[in-house]
């Protein structure tokens, strides 16, 4: 009876978390339409998500593409299709690996910052303090966050597609001997538009996962500084799990045929 109360209780917790995190999403998405509107507030959420993420989100990328070059010239070179590496390139670092390399990496920073940060403000009360000046706090502090993910994550994808097909391509050209113009070539004739898309649309959607996932485990924190550790870790570790699951589901629904 014991092992069954227990499963009880956990299944009783998760269903109170899942009702509090569906409240929590309409009421975001609801206050990201609805005026008024703090652009200052969103511009610097650009600028923290978009512009300082970006060294770390270049440097995951490039290094992916160069190792993508390195390992599938081992596998092809047994088969004689050396050629195929840049098109393999294109499409791994297009399709999965700028997208979830971005994501998880601006899951580590921006997510776990924003639920810092909320969460201080939290157990400081000073989200209590805007609420007491007739500030909405959803649209003060939450919407600008979950706006300028979901604008900057495909600006940071897109740019690391770039930097990706670019680590493939010195490693191909430096290291590999192939013709440089031949590997570019290769690169253009193989590249189709739904890869692109695909990533740019994944990307949207995890800036969404993490700033949703940052803002609702700082937003609800209480229990001090522990309580913000915890928040802060929740939120990371949540929305990398997320990452992982939609950009399965993602990728069954642009490429099952």
């Not at 919407?143 to 680590?167: H, K, N, Q, T, Y």
């Not at 113009?181 to 590249?191: K, R």
Request: charged share 10%; hydrophobic share 55%; proline share 3%.
């Amino acid at each position: 009876m014991e092992f069954i109360s227990l499963l009880g209780r956990v299944f009783i917790h998760f269903l109170r978390a899942s009702g509090q995190l569906g409240i929590f999403t309409v009421k975001a998405i609801y206050n990201c339409f609805t005026p008024p509107f703090y652009f200052k507030k969103i511009a610097e959420q650009l600028i923290e998500i978009g512009f300082y993420s970006l060294p770390v989100v270049a440097l995951t990328t490039f290094f992916a593409g160069a190792v993508i070059a390195l390992q599938t010239y081992t596998g092809f070179a047994r088969f004689s299709a050396e050629g195929a590496v840049a098109m393999v390139v294109l499409i791994a670092v297009t399709r999965e690996l700028a997208p979830v390399m971005a994501g998880l990496m601006v899951a580590g920073r921006i997510g776990a910052a924003m639920a810092a940060e909320l969460g201080t403000m939290r157990v400081t009360e000073q989200i209590d303090a805007l609420s007491t000046l007739s500030t909405n706090p959803f649209k003060y502090l939450i919407s600008p966050r979950i706006l300028a993910g979901i604008v900057m994550m495909p600006v940071l994808v897109l740019i690391g597609d770039v930097i990706g097909i670019c680590g493939g391509y010195i490693i191909g050209v430096y290291k590999l001997d192939f013709n440089a113009s031949s590997y570019l070539v290769n690169t253009w004739n193989f590249m189709e538009p739904m890869d692109v898309i695909s990533g740019l649309v994944k990307a949207s959607v995890f800036g969404f996962i993490i700033t949703l996932l940052g803002c609702y485990n700082g937003y609800n924190s209480k229990g001090g500084a522990q309580g913000v550790g915890s928040a802060t870790t929740n939120a990371v570790v949540s929305a990398s799990i997320l990452i992982l699951i939609f950009n399965y589901i993602l990728t069954e629904i642009f490429f099952n045929s």
